[in-house]
């Protein structure tokens, strides 16, 4: 999953890039609310953790402009505010879930999570026929078989099973498994489409090309 990271101090920021890394997430990080303004008009993201306290553009309002464009990602908040009004403000403004500095770790970690659960339904174990995803533990299975796949293959398998029976653009799989470091082709997901259809062929499972928009994934009846 994508993550846009949003803190103005240097140190925290490098620590949570890092920790957020180190638990499969491909992470942009920026320093002020103008950055983060224009990576949330530009870029998909799974998820937001946003501090308040930002220059150029409060946090609040970095918050308020995204949902008056009705996107619903995900956003943690961090900040330093820790009284109760702040924390309203924050949650009124449309953030999912608020934690105060300073904070562990873990803590950050569980609720990240937490959230990524409640974006896929509350459940981080994918099931579509025959084919299983376990999101958290990385691991793939058909008919109980277990797929040999790239954690980049399990995140655009995971993305057509929630959105099966819908297309899923190629530019969307690109960003989702991408990041400003680490950036991924149009070509590149469409290699990872190749893999994944070989894998899943015996099956019966297809992933259908839909000519100038980008894939749908459908289930096949045996009988």
């Known amino acids: 999953m994508r993550v846009l990271l949003v803190e103005d101090d ?11 890394a180190a638990n499969g997430y491909h992470v942009d990080p ?20 946003l501090d308040l306290g930002l220059p150029g553009l409060d946090g609040l309002e970095v918050l308020r402009r995204l949902r008056l464009r009705r996107n619903r990602t995900p956003v943690l908040v961090l900040t330093a505010r820790s009284g109760l009004d702040e924390r309203v403000g924050g949650l009124k403004a449309g953030a999912d ?9 873990p803590e950050l970690e569980a609720r ?7 974006a896929n339904g509350g459940s981080s ?23 040999d796949l790239t954690r980049r293959e399990l995140a655009i398998l995971a993305a057509l099973i929630l959105r099966a029976g819908q297309v899923v653009v190629k530019r969307r799989l690109a960003q989702q498994i991408g990041s ?41 009846d045996a009988g």
């Open 10 to 20: 240097d140190t925290l920021r490098q620590t949570l890039v890092q920790a957020l």
């Open 30 to 49: 920026v320093g002020d609310g103008l950055a983060a303004e224009l990576a949330l008009s530009t870029t998909d993201y799974g998820l937001v953790v």
């Open 97 to 105: 879930d608020y934690l105060v500095k300073p904070f562990a770790l």
């Open 112 to 118: 990240i999570e937490a959230l990524r659960r409640r």
């Open 125 to 147: 174990h994918l099931v579509h026929g025959a084919l299983e995803v376990d999101v958290d533990q990385h691991v793939a299975t058909m008919d109980g078989v277990r797929i």
């Open 180 to 220: 400003w470091e680490d950036e991924v082709s149009i070509g590149t997901v469409e290699v990872y489409i190749h893999r994944l259809r070989k894998r899943l062929a015996p099956f019966g499972i297809e992933i259908k090309t839909i000519h100038g928009l980008g894939y749908l994934l459908e289930a096949h």
